[in-house]
């Protein structure tokens, strides 16, 4: 029995869940796999009700779950209020409370989305599918910095630090997803400058060395940035520093040119997991059902390979999505097509998962 | 009287310069003005003559000189040498010398050149001209770093800093770029996290007021890496530090597909340059005829409009590449039309030149 905390969080979040919640339960019945599923307020929605983002209950409840699973939140309800009052406030404090150390933001083109990628056909002739496997604890986002007065002006600073530890669980997670995968590791890094990038490239390599199967090879976050455009397929999992994740996910992403089809994974070494799709909370099309669901899906999809170690049910989401997309099914987001509103869009993941 | 002191190096440097200096001269005739050229060693060429990369002989001359045109270095005979007494390390000792901290990489697609980007036709309407103005002697590759032992492993950290004055220097030279353009300049940093992201925006933002004329916004790192990929015609000048403008000064180059095509100069506020091709010494064709010197002869044009305040010789060169282009010639880099070898496609140049 898997615990799982549902945060549906605002606008469009709750109605991607609903859809998120069937397949669930549609997986549940197919693989004989139980499910213990609870929704908690989180975001706006639990400013409305608490006055904070996260209230304490929503805490407990993901910290005794083995995994949560997250709409979206914000929307201009909130926008007014002050910095650590606000919705997105809530995002960050679930991260640190949960401990989740690794952000996996997959880039897949669906070959029927194809003509949504800015890049030329040509480019996308053997697919795009790419891991990228972001530190997220550490690094320039959380080290020292400050600003000082000096004679002319100012001087800020801030600070890149690794931990040969921080290096190496992220690494593990990295070329554990690789055998999932193609079983192929790009490391990225500014090694010929940075002292953090050549401690990490050294325990990479160390840490590859417990993975026989899995091929590693190295590149500078500047000529990755350039083969990403270049040549998207040569790349399998992409395992880089928090900044150069940053950067080079959502680079990968646009790549895609379909942000709404996009799952994320948030995990630790115990595969705990959180999972959230990339998109917001579109405040704009909220109560329209014109929310595309497929990327929450695609993140229950993850919550099943990551947190539940069920490739085989999570690969089976994936092959349904395919499908339907290619019979043609799109919501409005995905151009044009046979149009589903949100709600028969869950159902048709749930048709083909039956096929 | 302008003096420039030709640096030709090595491999096809040596072959496109020579393309590059025939421009020169044509445009001296046709514009008027005096230029005293003198030719020095430099790089492997150097080494070769004086045991060092960057002979005392070279530097004085380059100090001395208003412009410095440099063609590549570098080559297998240099590859087994130590780091600082290989051909590269000219380059940043070269650098140094000259004090210059502005880099500025236009990427500019020719729009018969078009299907060299890999992007799809229709983002690239509006054509792509972007210009990356790059900080190049501060921020993290030269901020203090180090590696510890520590209980378990190392700890390694860099330090990205700037003072109000860096940032100040190279807003300025941003901005007066952009009056020669579209007048549109987009500072890009990581304000949401780092404090030296957050005094580069204060920074810039008190510059723009010296320019009222130029427009500015501001864009977060990881946006604008998915924004050049997405619209990349919303670009006109793109202000960053060193670390973000490594990164996206390769990508914008790539979006254009022809790196062949690609020119650069490094400046400081005195109007002293280093102009060069993005290329490299390309040892596998040197001596081939094969080498594309449009790249050269586009860092002469950019060495007219920064270094010598001459936007219509400047503006007369790019004419006469786009022109030729546009009539089907190329060099065997180009892909197909009329191949021309790199003499030919000099005198082109000038035969386009003088219509
Ligand atoms: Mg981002
Ligand atoms: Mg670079």
Same mark, same amino acid.
């Given at each position: 029995?898997?615990?799982?905390?549902?945060l549906p969080g605002d606008g469009i979040g709750k109605e991607v869940i609903e859809?998120?919640?069937?397949?669930?339960?549609?997986?549940?019945?197919?693989?004989?796999?139980?499910?213990?599923?609870?929704?908690?307020?989180?975001?706006?929605?639990?400013?409305?009700?608490?006055?904070?983002?996260?209230?304490?209950?929503?805490?407990?409840?993901?910290?005794?779950?083995?995994?949560?699973?997250?709409?979206?939140?914000?929307?201009?309800?909130?926008?007014?209020?002050?910095?650590?009052?606000?919705?997105?406030?809530?995002?960050?404090?679930?991260?640190?409370?949960?401990?989740?150390?690794?952000?996996?933001?997959?880039?897949?083109?669906?070959?029927?989305?194809?003509?949504?990628?800015?890049?030329?056909?040509?480019?996308?002739?053997?697919?795009?599918?790419?891991?990228?496997?972001?530190?997220?604890?550490?690094?320039?986002?959380?080290?020292?910095?400050?600003?000082?007065k000096i004679d002319y002006g100012y001087k800020a600073y801030d600070t890149e630090?690794?931990?040969?530890?921080?290096?190496?669980?992220?690494?593990?997670?990295?070329?554990?997803?690789?055998?999932?995968?193609?079983?192929?590791?790009?490391?990225?890094?500014?090694?010929?400058?940075?002292?953090?990038?050549?401690?990490?490239?050294?325990?990479?390599?160390?840490?590859? !060395?417990?993975?026989?199967?899995?091929?590693?090879?190295?590149?500078?976050?500047?000529?990755?940035?350039?083969?990403?455009?270049?040549?998207?397929?040569?790349?399998?999992?992409?395992?880089?520093?928090?900044?150069?994740?940053?950067?080079?996910?959502?680079?990968?992403?646009?790549?895609? $040119?379909?942000? $709404?089809?996009?799952?994320?994974?948030?995990?630790?070494?115990?595969?705990?997991?959180?999972?959230?799709?990339?998109?917001?909370?579109?405040?704009?099309?909220?109560?329209? !059902?014109?929310?595309?669901?497929?990327?929450?899906?695609?993140?229950?999809?993850?919550?099943?390979?990551?947190?539940?170690?069920?490739?085989?049910?999570?690969?089976?989401?994936?092959?349904?999505?395919?499908?339907?997309?290619?019979?043609?099914?799109?919501?409005?987001?995905?151009?044009? $097509?046979?149009?589903?509103?949100?709600?028969?869009?869950?159902?048709?993941?749930?048709?083909?998962? !039956?096929?």
């Amino acid at each position: 029995m898997y615990k799982i905390a549902v945060l549906p969080g605002d606008g469009i979040g709750k109605e991607v869940i609903e859809e998120a919640l069937k397949v669930l339960s549609a997986v549940s019945e197919k693989y004989g796999i139980e499910f213990d599923i609870k929704k908690y307020l989180f975001g706006g929605s639990a400013i409305d009700e608490y006055g904070t983002p996260y209230p304490k209950e929503t805490e407990e409840a993901c910290l005794e779950s083995d995994a949560v699973l997250l709409g979206a939140v914000g929307g201009p309800k909130w926008d007014d209020l002050d910095g650590d009052k606000r919705p997105e406030a809530g995002l960050l404090a679930l991260r640190k409370s949960l401990d989740v150390y690794a952000n996996l933001r997959p880039a897949i083109l669906f070959s029927s989305l194809k003509s949504a990628s800015p890049l030329k056909d040509e480019l996308l002739k053997d697919g795009l599918d790419v891991l990228v496997v972001r530190e997220l604890t550490g690094g320039i986002y959380f080290g020292d910095r400050g600003t000082e007065k000096i004679d002319y002006g100012y001087k800020a600073y801030d600070t890149e630090a690794y931990t040969t530890k921080e290096i190496e669980r992220i690494a593990h997670i990295a070329f554990k997803a690789a055998r999932n995968r193609k079983k192929k590791v790009t490391s990225v890094d500014k090694a010929n400058i940075l002292d953090s990038s050549r401690l990490w490239r050294k325990v990479v390599n160390e840490v590859s !060395k417990e993975y026989p199967d899995v091929d590693l090879n190295h590149q500078y976050v500047d000529n990755c940035s350039m083969q990403l455009i270049k040549d998207p397929s040569q790349f399998d999992v992409i395992l880089t520093s928090n900044m150069f994740g940053d950067i080079l996910s959502d680079e990968a992403s646009q790549l895609t $040119g379909s942000i $709404g089809m996009l799952p994320s994974a948030s995990l630790r070494g115990d595969k705990v997991g959180l999972y959230e799709p990339v998109h917001g909370s579109a405040p704009d099309i909220a109560g329209t !059902k014109k929310a595309n669901p497929l990327a929450t899906i695609l993140s229950v999809a993850m919550m099943l390979e990551y947190s539940f170690d069920r490739l085989d049910a999570a690969n089976d989401i994936r092959k349904a999505v395919n499908e339907l997309l290619e019979d043609g099914y799109r919501t409005s987001d995905l151009g044009s $097509g046979i149009i589903l509103n949100t709600e028969e869009m869950g159902d048709m993941v749930l048709k083909y998962l !039956k096929r």
